[in-house]
């Protein structure tokens, strides 16, 4: 059974930085495809970053240049740096994963994690 167990979440003023992880079980984190997304209250699941088997990181338009996911294959952990947060990036962030491959675009994957809260106030 593959879990994914998020933490690192927290209140921040904007302009500051968190760093989330997600532990991951279950499975062999390195060859499967792992992503944030994000949820803000009344909108859709959106992709912020995903790190694809090949290791190439890919991110949203919207946090390009200020957040960076890495991975760490020994500790089976996802990270998020996320740095010079807005108002805007408030959301419940969450971690997946997938055998495949993860379409930024798309809210899909096999495994999700179950949330760590996000909040940056101006």
């Known amino acids: 059974l593959v879990q994914l167990v998020e933490s690192g979440g927290g209140s921040v003023q904007a302009g500051g930085s968190l760093r989330l992880s997600c532990a991951a079980s279950?499975?062999?984190?390195?060859?499967?495809?792992m992503a944030w997304f994000r949820q803000a209250p009344v909108k859709e699941r959106e992709g912020v970053a995903v790190i694809h088997s090949a290791d190439s990181p890919g991110y949203a338009d919207s946090v390009k240049g200020r957040f960076t996911i890495s991975k760490d294959n020994a500790k089976a952990t996802l990270y998020l740096q996320m740095n010079t947060l807005k108002p805007e990036d408030t959301a419940m962030y969450y971690c997946?994963?997938?055998?495949?491959?993860?379409?930024?675009?798309?809210?899909?994957?096999?495994?999700w994690g179950q949330g760590t809260q996000v909040t940056v106030s101006s």
């Open positions: 997946a994963a997938e055998q495949f491959e993860i379409d930024l675009r798309i809210a899909y994957a096999d495994y």
């Open positions: 279950g499975y062999t984190n390195s060859r499967y495809c």
